[in-house]
């Protein structure tokens, strides 16, 4: 016999001793192949701080003031207007009127801020402006930021759709009072003091003039 021959028996031994392995430790699979038994699959428990409960309170009101108060449905029925209507949005663009607005003031340049500010407001601001200027008084302020802002208040009348809304305001600022001279009279330019302002703002709700106008001011 040939050593060719006797080589391609020795490798068909190994060949057939290879087989007999692998179907001891995988098991055979001749013919159609079943599909994998699919396991029911369990439910999946939802975090409980992820789950959302249908007709629970609206967190957009309730992050600003208490569930179930006057405020709170003032809010709701606002929403209920205008669904676009967010409190949070709102109050972001409070703390940027009342930058705008209280330095326009300061400075007296009414005219750019007249869109704004309700009539009554809007007459108050342009007496106090013409008595400084009566006077030869100027303002030189600066603003800091808004330390504090919270919704105080809200209202909303279904009759007129007229909402208002009441923000209090801690806000920081640099200020000084000089005299047709230039002397400082009061404040102090490189002092930064705290001013506290309640501001309320009004709308018809589902208008298309989408800006609110400061309508009251207090402290």
């Known amino acids: 016999m040939s050593s060719a021959i006797i080589q391609l ?7 057939v001793f290879l087989i007999l392995r692998l179907r ?9 192949e079943k599909p994998p038994v699919q396991l029911p699959e369990r439910p999946r428990r939802e975090r409980p701080d992820l789950e959302v409960i249908e007709g629970g309170p609206d967190r ?53 801020i007249a869109p704004f500010l309700g009539p009554e407001v809007h007459q108050t601001f342009v007496d106090v402006i ?6 030869g008084l100027t303002i030189e302020a600066n603003f800091v930021g808004v330390r504090e802002l919270t919704l105080a208040d809200a209202s909303f009348d279904r009759d007129t759709q007229e909402a208002e809304v009441t923000v209090r305001f801690v806000g920081e600022l640099t200020s000084a009072v000089r ?34 106008k400061l309508v009251a001011t207090g402290e």
């Not at 013409?130 to 006077?135: C, F, I, P, S, T």
């Not at 001279?181 to 989408?210: C, H, L, Y």
């Open 179 to 212: 005299n047709a001279a230039g002397e400082i009279i009061e404040g102090n330019p490189n002092e930064i003091k705290r001013q506290k302002d309640s501001w309320t703002f009004a709308r018809v709700m589902g208008a298309d003039d989408p800006n609110w």
């Open 60 to 112: 957009d009101i309730t992050d600003h003031v208490k569930d179930g108060s006057d405020a709170a449905h003032a809010l709701a029925a606002m929403k209920l207007v205008e669904p676009g209507f967010s409190v949070n949005e709102f109050l972001q663009g409070a703390r940027g009127a009342y930058e705008m607005i209280l330095m326009a003031f300061e400075k007296g340049e009414i005219d750019d």
């Open 9 to 15: 028996l020795v490798l068909a031994g190994i060949a």
């Open 24 to 32: 001891s430790v995988l098991g055979t699979r001749d013919g159609f």
């Open 130 to 135: 013409g008595e400084r200027e009566d006077q």
